[in-house]
């Protein structure tokens, strides 16, 4: 609502690109994902209806660190919940969504990035079952936010992206 109301309202001036991207929080493991995702890829349609001369691009949720190891095994054998991989389930299925469901424009892929090694292998934690991207251990010091190996990594997924975009414009 807050993006629609600075564009709509001209605070930002005018815009060749405007991307709208969650933060790893607005997605929890009780999340409605196919809902969130269908409202949210509808608000970048009806703002690109509004504003023409502006290219919408779209970005996937951020993913955190989901620790492995012999303990979380066991903990999760045993049947207690594992939170981190559980939002991130949540999360990847709003991505998964976004992925098949936007053909406008590029997408800043920015869960694809932070699951990315620098080999190009990609991180994934599995749990009962399901996959879901995972943040690389490298790319982080607290399990939620990018250092700055993870940070420069991600910067040039997504300046790519930006300038794909942008090109359209």
Partial sequence: ????????????????VAVLKYCYVDVQEAADAAALCDAYIATLEDLAGRHAGT??????????HAEGGLGVTVRELLGRPNHVKLRNLARQAFNDRLRQRWTATPIVDVAAAESTRPDGRREVATYRGRSAENLVAAYTDDGRHLNGTGRRHVAAAVLQTLAAAAART
């Fill in 1 to 16: 609502d807050d993006f629609r109301r600075r564009l709509d309202g001209g605070t930002l001036g005018r815009l060749d």
């Fill in 55 to 64: 290219v919408f691009v779209p970005a996937t949720v951020p993913v955190t």
